[in-house]
């Protein structure tokens, strides 16, 4: 129905920034139907906890660890495409994991492959 695609991570060092990206495509009434995006992180040997989370209101909702360094954004649905964004400043270590998106509708939810974000110097 729908595929969610992350891109932007990468190695960066501690204090670096990254934005990352996801792109939904699949099924336009779907796509149309996604009232909720979020981002999720997957640390090794750690549960998968929510990032961050924006409505289809541009209501945002933040993890306390990231709060004040993270940012999520979303833009207009055009061309069956519905990008989220998830700008990243003043990385740490703890911050190093696996980034998921994830796009709701009020019966399904849709989940990227996931981008790995590491912070090391």
């Known amino acids: 129905q729908v595929q969610l695609v992350e891109s932007g991570g990468g190695l960066v060092q501690p204090g670096g920034s990254l934005r990352l990206s996801c792109e939904a495509s699949?099924?336009?009434?779907?796509?149309?139907?996604?009232?909720?995006m979020a981002w999720y992180r997957q640390a090794p040997e750690k549960q998968r906890e929510l990032v961050a989370q924006?409505?289809?209101?541009?209501?945002?909702?933040?993890?306390d660890s990231v709060k004040g360094r993270f940012t999520i954004s979303a833009i207009s649905r055009e061309n069956a495409k519905n990008l989220v964004y998830l700008q990243m400043d003043s990385l740490k270590p703890e911050d190093t994991a696996v980034y998921y998106c994830k796009g709701n509708t009020w019966q399904d939810g849709f989940w990227g492959q996931g981008t790995q974000v590491t912070v090391s110097s």
């Open positions: 924006i409505t289809d209101r541009g209501i945002t909702n933040y993890a």
């Open positions: 699949g099924n336009i009434f779907v796509i149309n139907s996604i009232n909720l």
